[in-house]
């Protein structure tokens, strides 16, 4: 089964930094590109960033280039987000997830972890 | 740039739902809708445009390509009621549309 477990998230203020887990599980994690999607509350779904399964390409939304690095163990099925200089606007549930893994026909998301940027 | 139309769209159970999206430019047939229903993470529904994902029924339907999509509803139940992502995957960054929230009449 395949499991995608977020953790990170938190109160932090402005200017401030955080760094995101995701724990995957279930699938050949090195071989996939892994993404970070957000939503603030009470918004639409906005893609964040995203990285190849060697590690070797990654792409960032404008809102956040310059600000976070996405990265991965790929020996620890782990994919990471760090965050900093922190604004209001990022406040946002941080979500992890999965290309289309073609067995499943489908992709997979995380919980999700609440990131709350206030002071 | 990806829109989408209606913002909100009425419709009684066992009604036909037809949801549209934009692309500034063409994307191909690289588009996914997802489902999201209050509290939960979004769900994947249609992938290369027409593609159904695993776990939805046929009532569900993707269609379109270029910059003109549409997802259509054919028979709404109760457990369809939610908002409707699209997104396109031809180029960076990813982007949605604004989302279209289908809802009870």
């Known amino acids: 089964e395949v499991q995608l477990v977020e953790s990170g998230g938190g109160l932090v203020q402005p200017g401030g930094s955080l760094r995101l887990s995701c724990a995957a599980s279930g699938f050949t994690f090195s071989t996939y590109n892994m993404h970070w999607f957000r939503q603030a509350p009470g918004k639409g779904l906005e893609w964040v960033s995203c990285?190849?399964?060697?590690?070797?390409?990654?792409f960032y939304a404008d809102s956040v280039k310059g600000r976070f690095t996405i990265s991965r163990d790929n020996a620890k099925n782990s994919l990471y987000l760090q965050m900093n200089s922190l604004r209001t606007e990022d406040t946002a549930v941080y979500y992890c997830?999965?290309?289309?893994?073609?067995?499943?026909?489908?992709?997979?998301w995380g919980q999700g972890t609440l990131v709350t940027v206030s002071s | 740039v990806m829109t989408q139309s209606p913002g909100t769209l009425s419709v009684s159970p066992g009604e036909r739902a037809t949801l549209s999206c934009r692309a500034s430019q063409s994307i191909s047939s690289n588009l996914a809708w997802y489902q999201q229903k209050p509290g939960q993470a979004p769900r994947l529904l249609i992938y290369g445009a027409s593609t159904r994902a695993t776990g939805f029924p046929a009532r569900f339907s993707g269609s379109g390509s270029g910059t003109e999509f549409t997802l259509t509803i054919s028979s709404l139940q109760s457990e369809d009621f939610a908002v409707y992502y699209c997104?396109?995957?031809?180029?960076?960054?990813?982007?949605f549309g604004p989302g279209t929230k289908v809802d009870i009449k």
């Open positions: 997830v999965s290309p289309v893994l073609a067995a499943a026909g489908t992709n997979y």
């Open positions: 997104q396109q995957y031809y180029n960076w960054p990813r982007t």
């Open positions: 990285i190849s399964g060697s590690a070797t390409a990654m």
